[in-house]
Nanobody, 124 residues
Framework: QVQLVESGGGLVQAGGSLRLSCAAS????????MGWFRQAPGKEREFVAA????????YYAGSLEGRFTVSRDNAKNTVYLQMNSLKPEDTAVYYC?????????????????WGQGTQVTVSS
């Protein structure tokens, strides 16, 4: 099993920045990639970004690339999501997820492991 714990959410004004962290524990050697998803009230969960563990490849939702940056520290089994120029429409619960596969990383059903989520609220 793999456990994921997110941190770093909070309230920020539009234009501000936040950095989310996701610490993985347990059978982390089985993981090939980690991703970030978000879910706003009344909306479906959507892909934000993903990063592979063995090859430093990153993937982003098209509308977010340039403002959001995903990175990792394998020694700490931690993945980060740096969010800049935040907008009120970025308000959502952000979830970290982990998967043993390396394909279709924008699909939530590829991720068997999920964190509890962290709230990000952007005020206008």
């Amino acid at each position: 099993q793999v456990q994921l714990v997110e941190s770093g959410g909070g309230l920020v004004q539009a234009g501000g920045s936040l950095r989310l962290s996701c610490a993985a524990s347990g059978r982390t050697f089985s993981l090939s990639a980690m991703g970030w998803f978000r879910q706003a009230p009344g909306k479906e969960r959507e892909f934000v970004a993903a990063i592979r563990r063995t090859v430093y490849s990153t993937y982003y939702a098209g509308s977010l690339e340039g403002r959001f940056t995903v990175s990792r520290d394998n020694a700490k089994n931690t993945v980060y999501l740096q969010m800049n120029s935040l907008k009120p429409e970025d308000t959502a619960v952000y979830y970290c997820a982990a998967t043993p596969v390396e394909t279709d990383l924008s699909k939530d059903y590829k991720y068997p492991y999920w964190g509890q989520g962290t709230q990000v609220t952007v005020s206008s």
